[in-house]
């Protein structure tokens, strides 16, 4: 038997949340109904919009104005909700259930016909079981961190490294003033392109990412050859997820009903600690935190969300369920979820970007 045809369709947004989802949720909206003629449901919190009532909206042309310079999302997300394994507490424990038949009835009952899907690896991935279930879905991935193997970039990075290159600038300022070091942790899970771009782009001395574990005495070597040459201030740019040679990462806290539970942070006071210990010098911690997922989205941003909002509904009409868009050098691509969801993109610790920091003295304190 014949698919029915697409009448209407329902977007939503999981996972943290990251600069310009707004703008692809706008131009999935615009593309759906000026070319296809399509209705759209705007879904809040992602999956919990399907499993709770009331959670859902329509959203008409005009509802989208305006809406590209806007940080966060106007649907609200989370990293709750997997239909799948939905967890809740009962009697102080926390309990899991399988609810994804009451999403499955959800999404028949409001006639949503097919799903465009934002997000990152877990939300990805519970769209991939849904498609799997014969739901008619396309994924767009998103997230600061940059660390998706599946695309060249993700929507949101490009604001997250501007924000944190504006806010080392500023840091550099007090501490060359001060003749500190001083210590920028920034965002980025288990990878550190946020932490290499900014911190090139922002003259860092020293850059401690994931991919290159680190070694505290060659960092204060660095620090104390700086000082001797007459440079009194020293920038560390450190990735949440970086670790000591043959140790681990810090973990700060533990979300316990989260698809992925750790929360990285710490590292920063860890290395200032050191720092302090073997130098004796003045040293200073900022944590960058959540300034990195908000404000308002570069022109790039912007630009590549608008062209993955388009591709993504263009995909469900051309058919093609169970994909993602994705970047691939200029041009946005299609390839499955499958292959795409969990599939890390890490820093080649060799790559030319590396070396090329090295080449102008950066050290990665190795
Ligand atoms: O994945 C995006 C991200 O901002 C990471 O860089 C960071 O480790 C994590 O999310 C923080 O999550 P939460 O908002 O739950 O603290």
């Not at 090139?200 to 990412?209: E, K, R």
């Not at 591709?311 to 369920?321: I, P």
């Not at 946005?332 to 599939?343: C, K, L, M, P, R």
């Amino acid at each position: 038997m014949a698919e029915a045809a697409i009448k209407k369709i329902g977007i939503l947004t999981g996972g943290g949340d990251c600069p310009d989802l707004n703008a692809v949720i706008r131009a999935a909206v615009k593309t759906a109904i000026i070319q296809y003629g399509w209705k759209v449901i705007g879904i809040e919190d992602g999956f919990e919009g399907l499993l709770k009532e009331g959670k859902t909206r329509p959203l008409l042309y005009d509802y989208v104005k305006g809406l590209l310079s806007r940080g966060g999302t106007i649907l609200g997300s989370s990293n709750r909700g997997n239909p799948f394994e939905y967890k809740f507490r009962e009697g102080g424990k926390i309990v899991t259930e399988d609810r994804s038949s009451v999403l499955m009835d959800n999404l028949r009952s409001q006639e949503i016909d097919a799903l465009v899907v934002i997000g990152g690896d877990g939300t990805l991935s519970i769209a991939l079981r849904l498609s799997k279930m014969g739901v008619r879905v396309v994924g767009v991935p998103k997230t600061i961190d940059n660390d998706l193997a599946a695309t060249d970039v993700t929507f949101g990075f490009d604001t997250a490294i501007n924000t944190a290159t504006e806010a080392i600038d500023k840091i550099r300022t007090t501490g060359e003033s001060h003749h500190r070091v001083m210590i920028v942790e920034v965002m980025g899970r288990y990878t550190g392109w946020i932490a290499l771009q900014a911190g090139i782009a922002s003259g860092g001395d020293i850059i401690l990412i994931p991919e290159i574990p680190f070694n505290m005495d060659k960092i204060c070597e660095v620090i104390n050859e700086r000082i001797k040459s007459g440079r009194n201030a020293t920038i560390i740019v450190v990735a949440e997820g970086a670790k000591p040679d043959g140790g681990d990462v810090s973990v700060r806290m533990v979300v316990e009903d989260s698809h992925d539970p750790i929360r990285l942070g710490g590292i920063g006071d860890m290395v200032a600690h050191e720092i302090s210990l073997k130098t004796n010098l003045e040293t200073r911690v900022t944590v960058l935190g959540h300034i990195q997922r908000g404000g308002i989205p570069s022109a790039f941003d912007r630009i590549l969300a608008t062209r993955l909002g388009v591709s993504a509904v263009d995909l469900l009409a051309a058919g093609g369920y169970g994909k993602m868009v994705c970047l691939h050098a200029t041009h946005i691509e299609a390839v499955a979820i499958e292959d795409a969801v969990s599939q890390l993109k890490k820093i080649p610790p060799d790559g030319e970007v590396v070396k090329a920091a090295q080449s102008i003295g950066v050290s990665f304190g190795k």
